[in-house]
């Protein structure tokens, strides 16, 4: 029986690649710096899993559940219809030579799982630009022929696709000749795309390089045949937003308030009981759909992240993840590892200010800018000479 397994067993969820998750016990400040107002324990850890009651007795609230806005962390947010799909993303741009992290979120997620992070890697590298988006059926992206009774395709062939197309959707919105140096970052599902977009080699020298955050291919596909109880154990409803938020902050889902509050609002959706004058928050993408194209998520991950051209970072909540072929590969110095035993799936949530120091480090690491030397002490340049 797989570590997944065993866990799920003692009612630990954080393994599942669709699982939606929170960080670490974090309390919110109340005045989070708008940038632009116009515009968790180990993953082998036990967490307790939730009762699907929808919870509608009053709580004693020791934390502010309230929903920030995404303009806290983001300075715009973007919209690209089309008669298909139409694509939604929140972007901070990046200042002239500086790099743009582009952030893609897992499964049952959306481009708010990544606002927290988005303002502490702004701290640590002024003028960076963030991009995240929400993927299609997800967030506010919207597939219009799935949602007409269409045929859902959330393949990794298509969800790659679209990652280009809205790249290229950002660089024209905003006329760069050129796109920006790139690192590509992808949590679960999201780490299988940006892998297979580097593997592809789809922007060439323009992506230093990419990071995956918690998932490996073997823990991932074994994780696939509990996928279906971890989704029936979910509450499937909620009498408010607050009580999503409280939801998945007392569970342990997600374990940071702070990142709960802005991240939680992109995974429910407020529909209306036709039996009464109630309302209920209900869930927003349906992971049951994208059933039959989990194991193609995965499936050679691991070798495609090992070839592909670029810089390499692996961040995981725990070392147990790590199948043959990647430890053979991190023995041989092929790509850089990263464990975060204090955080659960989401570390990026969890642990956000460790995550953006890591992912500001990474990229220096790989910048190919060219380092401009200070004179040597005592050199007089001659006239003429500007060299």
């Known amino acids: 029986m797989s570590a997944l397994r065993r866990s799920l067993k003692n009612s630990n969820t954080s393994y599942l690649p669709g699982s939606i998750l929170p960080p670490a016990d974090e309390r919110e400040e109340e ?15 036990t967490i307790v899993l939730p009762s699907r009651t929808t919870g ?17 962390y983001f300075k715009k947010e973007l919209y690209f219809p089309s008669p298909s799909i139409s694509y939604h993303a929140y972007i901070t741009p990046p200042m002239p030579e500086c790099p743009l992290f582009v952030l893609h979120h897992g499964a049952g997620s959306s481009g708010l799982s990544f606002s927290t992070l988005a303002v502490e890697i702004g701290k640590l590298l ?22 007409d009774g269409g045929h859902l395709d959330m393949s ?19 006329g760069w000749p050129e796109l920006p140096p790139l690192i590509l970052v992808g949590h679960s599902l999201g780490g299988a795309v940006v892998t297979d977009i580097a593997h ?3 922007f060439g020298n323009r992506v230093l390089g990419y990071a995956v955050l918690d998932v490996v291919e073997g ?63 209900v869930w927003r993408t349906d992971l049951s759909a994208t059933e039959p194209f989990w194991k193609g998520w995965f499936t050679g991950l691991s070798k495609k992240f090992l070839a ?56 220096r690491r790989n910048d190919r800018t060219p380092l401009v030397l200070p004179p040597k002490v005592g050199y007089i340049p001659q006239p003429g000479n500007h060299t």
Not at 56 to 72: M, N
Not at 245 to 257: A, G, K, Q, Y
Not at 320 to 342: C, N
Request: charged share 25%; net charge negative; aromatic share 8%.
């Open 200 to 202: 592809q080699g789809i």
């Open 156 to 174: 990794l062939e298509i969800l790659s696709k679209d990652m280009a197309a809205i790249l290229k959707l950002v660089q024209e919105n905003f």
């Open 56 to 72: 509608r007795r009053a709580s004693t609230h020791q934390e502010p559940y309230g929903e920030v806005s995404w303009k806290a």
């Open 308 to 363: 592909a051209k670029g810089g390499k970072l692996l961040l995981l909540a725990g070392t147990d993840r790590l199948d043959k072929e990647l430890m053979i590969g991190q023995m041989q110095g092929k790509y850089q590892l990263q464990v975060f035993p204090d955080a659960g799936h989401f570390v990026h949530e969890d642990l956000p200010e460790k995550t953006a120091g890591l992912l500001v480090e990474f990229y």
């Open 126 to 147: 002024p003028g960076a630009g963030i991009l995240s988006f929400d993927v299609r059926g997800h967030g506010t992206s919207v597939d219009h022929e799935f949602k």
């Open 219 to 281: 823990s991932a596909i074994d994780a696939l045949m509990d996928m279906q109880y971890y989704l029936s154990s979910r509450p499937p409803n909620f009498a408010s937003l607050e009580q999503g938020i409280e939801w998945h902050v007392r569970s342990r889902t997600l374990r940071n308030p702070r990142s709960a509050r802005v991240s939680v609002p992109g995974l429910l959706l407020e529909d209306s009981i036709s039996t009464s004058d109630e309302s209920r928050w």
């Open 31 to 45: 005045g989070a710096e708008v940038v632009d107002d116009a515009s968790s324990t180990s993953s082998t850890g």
